[in-house]
């Protein structure tokens, strides 16, 4: 990791310039009317423009493993992922840096925790050379974009594991991924409160578990219930996991 500070003339732009440059990133990165399923990809590529990085991708860290996607994703594959990850299921989070002293080519990870045992990593990689100079200026503006990942990915992993009951007192949901909460809104047609039930099906509650937790009656529970197998194409509770997340891998490593 490049810490040393250097004294290297700043480009030939404005300060105002560049400042509407990280305003634009900084407003991707929280901007909440952007889906899940694209919300990460979408702040990869706002910082890989800011920082002036080739190429970039994400990683998706859940007890399952890292699940990648992105221009560069085949990076990040196989035992090559563990040059950006480490051996640990879970890297620590923060900005990581490596360059290639041979080539001058260097690699950006920056890893936020969203909820216990799942994080997110945006990678950007310079495939050329970069200067010391570039390196610490690329960790600045990283610097200033990490809190601000961080709370935007908090901040939705909390609310796809939430919801509000008619007092306004918020009731915690189930353990469902943010990836397949948006899949089955998005691919299925689930609705708030049936992708709630779903994810207490998950956790194996009969429909009378079920009622209480959601404060309605055993009859709409037995409705909603029925309405999530009719949408997942499936007759049974047993077979919700696999509906739920088909592309799920048992590989430490996958391609979304």
Known sequence: MDDAVFDQPMPNQTFEQRAAEIAAAMKVLANATITDAHWPMACADAVCALVRADNSAIARHTPDGAHVDGRAAHRLLGVRGTTYFGLDPLPASGIWLRADDRTGKSAVRVTV?????????????????????????????????????????????????????????????????????TRLRDRYGLTSREIEVTGLLLRGESNREIADRLSISEHTARHHTESVLGKLGIRSRAAIPRAVSPLRSSGPFRTS
């Open 113 to 181: 925790y969203t909820e216990p045992g799942h994080a997110l990593s945006l990678l950007l990689f310079f495939d050329r050379a970069t200067t010391a100079g570039e390196r610490v200026g690329t960790r600045m503006l990283l610097e200033i974009a990490e809190p601000v990942l961080a709370a935007s990915a908090t901040f939705r992993a909390q609310l796809g594991r939430r919801t509000i009951k008619p007092d306004g007192r918020a009731a915690s949901s189930s353990a469902l991924a943010v990836d397949d909460v």
